[in-house]
């Protein structure tokens, strides 16, 4: 398990994957009670699109995650779902909608209405 830099990810060394400063306070307020814990971001098949984003809280980390650090916040993805979302942003969206993670895909060729489904 290799621990990616910020400046890595900035500067687009190995797979890209940016967090926003509102995905890293969420992260930091769902996991501050989670020692070890962290966001995993997966995704799987299915959903309308094809496949789908999951996020859970993770305490334990694989062998095969890629791991991003900023300012306390860990966000996890395992190396078949980093195929998938490299190059993403992840942010966190507040609003009358409801509270929820997203991603911003550059890969994802189309998406459904909740935004957690996609294809590529």
């Known amino acids: 398990m290799r621990?990616?830099?910020?400046?890595e990810i900035q500067t687009g060394i190995q797979a890209?994957?940016?967090?926003t400063p509102r995905a890293v306070k969420r992260i930091q307020a769902i996991t501050a009670n989670?020692?070890?814990g962290a966001?995993?971001?997966a995704v799987n098949g299915g959903g309308c699109s094809g496949f789908q984003y999951e996020f859970a809280i993770a305490k334990d980390r694989?062998?095969?995650d890629a791991v991003f650090e900023k300012d306390g916040a860990t966000v996890l993805v395992d190396s078949v779902s980093m195929g998938f979302?490299?190059?993403?942003?992840?942010?966190?969206e507040d609003n009358l909608m409801g509270q929820s993670f997203k991603l911003q895909n550059p890969q994802a060729k189309s998406s459904c209405g909740c935004g957690t489904?996609?294809?590529?």
């Not at 890209?16 to 967090?19: E, G, I, Y």
């Open 39 to 41: 966001l995993r971001v």
């Open 85 to 92: 979302v490299a190059g993403s942003v992840l942010d966190f």
């Open 16 to 19: 890209p994957f940016t967090v």
């Open 3 to 7: 621990v990616m830099t910020q400046a």
């Open 62 to 64: 694989a062998d095969d």
């Open 117 to 120: 489904s996609f294809s590529i």
């Open 34 to 36: 989670v020692p070890g």
